[in-house]
């Protein structure tokens, strides 16, 4: 070949090799599509969190198959202590290292390790933890800020749009799975504990991805992953983020939530109801009582008035309004859309904390009873009206509460403060010691 075809036809394969190299990274951008850049913006943030628990057991028996203490009563062998493990994950929220996930992945832990996508492993602490709303946050030290992931707005989703989740299911490091928003405001019950708003969707959420990052498809953080419900098949959930911001603030101030108070008492609207109030049934609930001194006096509520949207939210029942109430927590500013005597109205109420000074007469009104202290732990039924929830389940004068829910109680301002974080509820769970024998109460809430 002369050499001016050697040096063509070098030319040429040297075009090749360019077109092909341009060609390739042409490629490889193509494919970096909307779900690669979220990966990469957010998978920094997420980390992979282990709960150790140390339990303990008696004579080759679990604690907790029969009442408390049960075995400090009646076995005096010595006890056995097993460490268990469970592992789930975390959004870092704050380059300060605060960490956002769920309760149920650190519940009863006595050490919580997080582990960094860059490798490292470090010891956390627990800010706060609510048990209603299945959500803590963790704090580790760090020298250097950290990549976190800010906050969303989980108001602004579409059903059918896409949501991209990222965690660490069965602890085998970063996973990712894309789904759409299946449904928005979906309400689920665990136990005692109801849901009202889960974003549902049909991305792929298991065991180890409690606590993993829900992002749009720009990237944002819009919820907080859950695997609580044991029945979901081919439907994961996830809590949204507008409603976790509210308890992220809280548990950091002061390490629980407080749910807010507004001082109104509902009811559903009857056909009567609607008809004296001309509007329509369905259409919202009747402010049945305004408490004294209470926010909602201040703002301008009064009883007769028909609310039909409460923090931008409809509520055309009074088991909707309460689950609202459920997410509104002190110093909140509250918006409630109202019809009184025809006219339509719109007032803006601040929540404030329940005075405990009225939780006596709230005990009163859902419970039907009264409790005095009593020495030795718990609280003893002073009083009792027989057609109250209490009364209908056989509880009696006399009777020792020791535990509401997750709260033991020392104390009557013990047995209160729980019957105010929990009054939102449909029905608590007691345990209730009578004559040496305890027993397990699901208690509804009356009213």
Do not use: C
């Not at 609510?130 to 059903?159: C, F, H, Q, W």
């Not at 970063?174 to 708003?197: F, K």
């Amino acid at each position: 070949m002369s050499r001016f075809g050697q040096a063509f036809s070098g030319l040429l394969a040297a075009v090749f090799l360019v077109g092909a190299a341009h060609a390739h990274a042409a490629g490889a951008l193509s494919r970096e599509n909307e779900v690669v850049h979220a990966f990469r913006k957010a998978g920094p943030a997420v980390v992979s969190i282990r709960a150790v628990r140390v339990v303990e057991y008696q004579g080759g028996f679990r604690r907790d198959l029969l009442g408390p203490d049960f075995f400090n009563d009646f076995w005096f062998g010595p006890g056995l202590r097993q460490q268990q493990e469970s592992l789930g994950s975390g959004v870092i929220i704050n380059p300060a290292g605060y960490i956002l996930t769920n309760q149920h992945v650190i519940e009863g832990a006595n050490k919580i390790i997080v582990s960094l996508q860059s490798g490292g492993e470090v010891q956390a602490e627990v800010i706060g933890a609510d048990y209603r709303s299945d959500l803590a946050v963790l704090k580790i030290n760090v020298k250097t800020p950290l990549n976190y992931l800010p906050m969303g707005r989980s108001s602004e989703l579409m059903i059918g749009e896409t949501l991209i989740v990222i965690g660490n299911p069965f602890g085998l490091g970063h996973t990712l799975t894309v789904g759409v928003v299946s449904a928005l405001h979906r309400r689920i019950q665990v136990n005692e504990r109801v849901y009202g708003e889960f974003i549902q969707t049909d991305a792929s959420i298991n065991p180890g991805n409690s606590g993993g990052a829900v992002l749009n498809i720009l990237g944002e953080l819009v919820g907080i992953t859950t695997a609580i419900y044991s029945k979901a098949q081919g439907i994961g959930f996830a809590i949204p983020i507008d409603k976790a911001r509210r308890v992220v603030d809280d548990l950091i101030a002061f390490g629980e939530v407080t749910p807010g108070w507004l001082g109104i008492e509902v009811e559903d609207l009857t056909p009567e109801l609607s008809s004296a109030l001309a509007v329509s049934q369905g259409l919202g609930v009747m402010v049945s009582k305004v408490w004294p001194q209470s926010p909602a006096e201040k703002a301008g509520l009064k009883a007769g008035m028909v609310i039909f949207e409460l923090d931008g939210r409809p509520a055309p029942s009074k088991l909707l309004f309460k689950e609202i109430m459920a997410d509104i927590t002190r110093n909140d500013e509250v918006s409630i859309r109202y019809f009184d005597r025809g006219r339509e109205g719109e007032l803006v109420v601040k929540a404030s904390d329940f005075p405990l000074s009225l939780a006596g007469e709230l005990s009163w009104e859902l419970l039907g009873i009264e409790v005095s202290n009593i020495s030795g732990g718990g609280v003893m039924v002073s009083r009792l009206d027989p057609n109250s929830p209490a009364g209908k389940l056989g509880l009696g004068r006399g009777d020792i509460i020791l535990r509401m829910n997750q709260n033991t109680l020392s104390s009557r301002d013990d047995f209160y403060r729980a019957l105010v974080r929990n009054r939102n509820q449909s029905s608590v769970i007691i345990v209730i010691k009578r004559k040496n024998i305890y027993y397990y109460v699901t208690l509804p809430l009356r009213g």
